[in-house]
Nanobody
């Protein structure tokens, strides 16, 4: 069973930084596309960032571009989301996700339907 566990969330002041981690278990290989999404109260799940199965390509949502960075450490089977210059509007539950099959090139990396496995989320709250 593939499991994803997010960590690193918390309460920070506007302008601060956090690094989220997503640990993947239940898999031998690391060649899977990964993504981060977030959901604020009363809103739908929003695309944040994507990294390709090879790690050679990344995609970011417009609202976080230039502030957030996604990276992966295959040795640890972990994906990170470095969040800088945080804003109150970044407050949300952050989820990581991955695909079912190896070496999958997503048709649309920002589409949550492209992902098959999801973590339970980690809360990020940014105060003004």
């Amino acid at each position: 069973q593939v499991q994803l566990v997010e960590s690193g969330g918390g309460l920070v002041q506007a302008g601060g930084s956090l690094r989220l981690s997503c640990a993947v278990s239940g898999r031998r290989f690391t060649m899977y596309a990964m993504g981060w999404f977030r959901q604020a109260p009363g809103k739908g799940r929003e695309f944040v960032a994507h990294i390709s199965w090879s790690g050679s390509s990344t995609v970011y949502g417009d609202s976080v571009k230039g502030r957030f960075t996604i990276a992966r450490d295959n040795a640890k089977n972990t994906v990170y989301l470095q969040m800088n210059s945080l804003k109150p509007e970044d407050t949300a539950l952050y989820f990581c996700a991955t695909t079912r099959y190896l070496q999958t090139v997503l048709r649309r990396a920002s589409d949550l339907d492209e992902y098959d496995y999801w973590g339970q989320g980690t809360q990020v709250t940014v105060s003004s």
